[in-house]
Structure formats: C-alpha cells, structure tokens
C-alpha cells in the first residue's frame, strides 16, 4: 500500500508483528517508507538515529495529530480516537489536521 498526495508516493510498511512493532525505525539511520503501526495511540523514538515526521489518525485514515521533525528519545503520549500512526521522514509530504489520507 502506499500514501499519495500530488506527486508524492510514500510506500507504506505495516508493523503487525510483535518484532516489527518493537524495532519500527530504531537503529536506522535512512529510509524511504513510511511505516504504519495501527491500534496504536502512543510512540517513543528511543535507539532513533534521525527525526521523524509522525501523523496520528483514525480508523477512516483522517489526520488527528501532527508531530513534525521529531528527535531521538522523545515520548508522545497516548491520545484519544487514535487508531494508525504513521511515521516517516521529516518534511517528505505536508498533511493538514483533518486531511484524509490517500492510501491504495
């Protein structure tokens, strides 16, 4: 699957299993997908190497939250209606709070 806004295209990487929760983007220090973490309500970015971008939705894929430019070692605390976070490189595509992602 993947994110499409303009003439941007993120692919999107499912973390379903228990290991692909745990290690989402820790120790890495580049890549070029966005992972998806559903159910999800709350994140760390302890072991991250870099920054990220994180958007917080519902289960109809509208923008709840925003977090821009992340750095390593931060919390973001549980928050309500949440249902997919998504995290991916800074600055790679501009979302709005009430967009709806486009995912296919």
Same mark, same amino acid.
Do not use: Q
């Given at each position: 699957?993947?994110?499409?806004?303009?003439?941007?295209?993120?692919?999107?990487?499912?973390?379903?299993?228990?290991?692909?929760?745990?290690?989402?983007?820790? @120790? !890495?220090?580049?890549?070029?997908?966005?992972?998806?973490? =559903? %159910?999800?309500?709350?994140?760390? &970015? /302890?072991?991250? $190497?870099?920054?990220?971008?994180?958007?917080?939705?519902?289960?109809?894929?509208?923008?709840?939250?925003? @977090? !821009?430019?992340?750095?390593?070692?931060?919390?973001?605390? =549980? %928050?309500?209606?949440?249902?997919? &976070? /998504?995290?991916? $490189?800074?600055?790679?595509?501009?979302?709005?709070?009430?967009?709806?992602?486009?995912?296919?």
């Amino acid at each position: 699957m993947k994110i499409r806004k303009n003439n941007n295209i993120i692919e999107i990487k499912y973390c379903n299993n228990f290991s692909s929760r745990l290690f989402g983007l820790m @120790f !890495k220090k580049d890549f070029d997908y966005c992972l998806c973490f =559903p %159910k999800c309500k709350s994140i760390h &970015t /302890f072991f991250m $190497k870099i920054k990220i971008d994180v958007i917080m939705t519902d289960k109809n894929y509208k923008i709840l939250y925003i @977090f !821009k430019s992340v750095k390593p070692n931060k919390i973001i605390l =549980p %928050k309500k209606n949440v249902y997919y &976070t /998504f995290e991916l $490189k800074p600055n790679i595509i501009n979302f709005n709070i009430g967009e709806i992602l486009n995912i296919n």
